[in-house]
């Protein structure tokens, strides 16, 4: 574990403590354990840029298996004898928000 010191607005450290609570971790490190996870997903979002398209399966935090498509990791799920529907699965490009205008009927 290395120490990194950075500066944040002070509405996003309020912000974070708020969010450590609700998640009833108000303790110490709580914080650091949110940062830790934030930076690690937005890493694997430029990863993938760079990279290609990623699938990851996550389990209780700790990631299980990454694959360059839902087909491959769930062969490598099954190969691990973990049930897919155990873990969840994040796409490293974010689904774009899909909007409907107009009448329906």
């Known amino acids: 574990m290395v120490n990194v010191t950075f500066s944040l607005p002070e509405d996003t450290v309020r912000r974070l403590r708020k969010a450590a609570q609700a998640q ?4 110490k490190g709580a914080i650091s354990e949110m940062v830790g996870a ?5 890493l694997a979002m430029v990863e993938a840029r760079v990279t290609g398209e990623q699938f990851r399966a996550v389990k209780d935090g700790r990631e299980l298996a990454r694959a360059p498509s839902l087909r491959k990791l769930a062969a490598e799920l099954r190969a ?3 049930d897919p529907r155990d873990v969840i699965v994040l796409g490293t490009t974010p689904l774009e928000p899909v909007v409907r205008t107009g009448l329906r009927g």
């Open 24 to 27: 009833g971790k108000g303790r």
């Open 38 to 42: 934030a930076i690690e997903e937005h």
């Open 80 to 82: 691990l004898g973990v």
